[in-house]
Nanobody, 111 residues
Framework: QVQAVESGGGLVQAGGSLRLSCAVS????????IGWYRQAPEKQRDVVAT???????NYARSVKGRFTISRDNAKNTVYLQMNSLKPEDTGIYYC?????WGQGTQVTVSS
């Protein structure tokens, strides 16, 4: 069973940056689309960014221009570079490419 472990979260001031990592237990080479998702307090989990095997990326409107998703197939890892962070970016971040949800990594942005 494929599993993923998210890491890199933390507490940061508004305007700061974080880089999240998603280490997958199996090869991601053939997984067409992998995404990062965010669950803010008392809200549903929403997609933040996705990336395909061809490198095509898509972003939620709220993060476009600030976040960058990338994947390293050789390391079976997907990244989310987050810049110019805002308090509304606070939440638990998960990655998923069709496997069961992991524990996520907490991101807290203070104003």
């Amino acid at each position: 069973q494929v599993q993923a472990v998210e890491s890199g979260g933390g507490l940061v001031q508004a305007g700061g940056s974080l880089r999240l990592s998603c280490a997958v237990s199996a090869s991601i080479f053939s997984i067409n689309q992998i995404g990062w998702y965010r669950q803010a307090p008392e809200k549903q989990r929403d997609v933040v960014a996705t990336i395909t095997t061809a490198g095509t990326t898509n972003y939620a409107r709220s993060v476009k221009g600030r976040f960058t998703i990338s994947r390293d197939n050789a390391k079976n890892t997907v990244y989310l570079q987050m810049n110019s962070l805002k308090p509304e970016d606070t939440g638990i971040y998960y990655c998923n490419g069709g496997w069961s949800w992991g524990q996520g990594t907490q991101v807290t942005v203070s104003s």
